[in-house]
Nanobody
Framework: QVQLVESGGGLVQAGGSLRLSCAGS????????MAWFRQAPGKDREFVAVIIWDSGSTNYADSVKGRFTISREFAKNTVYLQMNNLKPEDTAVYYCALKSTFLSKYDYWGQGTQVTVSS
């Protein structure tokens, strides 16, 4: 069974920074892409950023472009989300997810980590 474990969330003032980590473990698993999603109270879960594991290509939601950076570290099976210039509207539970193949949905999800940005 594949497990994804997020860490790095917390409370930060507006304009501050946080770095989230998502470590994958378990049986050998295929990775086409890994992504970050978030869900604010009373809202649907939304896409934040994705990275193609082999190529390193990335894509971002418009709301975070220029502020957030997704990256990965092969040796540690870990994906990161560097979040700068945080805004109160970034407050949410952040989830990482794994997409095994190009055609698959996101097969595995982490448990989530809370990010709270105070004004």
């Amino acid at each position: 069974q594949v497990q994804l474990v997020e860490s790095g969330g917390g409370l930060v003032q507006a304009g501050g920074s946080l770095r989230l980590s998502c470590a994958g473990s378990g049986r050998t698993f295929r990775r086409f892409a890994m992504a970050w999603f978030r869900q604010a109270p009373g809202k649907d879960r939304e896409f934040v950023a994705v990275i193609i594991w082999d190529s390193g290509s990335t894509n971002y939601a418009d709301s975070v472009k220029g502020r957030f950076t997704i990256s990965r570290e092969f040796a540690k099976n870990t994906v990161y989300l560097q979040m700068n210039n945080l805004k109160p509207e970034d407050t949410a539970v952040y989830y990482c997810a794994l997409k095994s193949t190009f055609l698959s949905k996101y097969d595995y999800w982490g448990q989530g980590t809370q990010v709270t940005v105070s004004s």
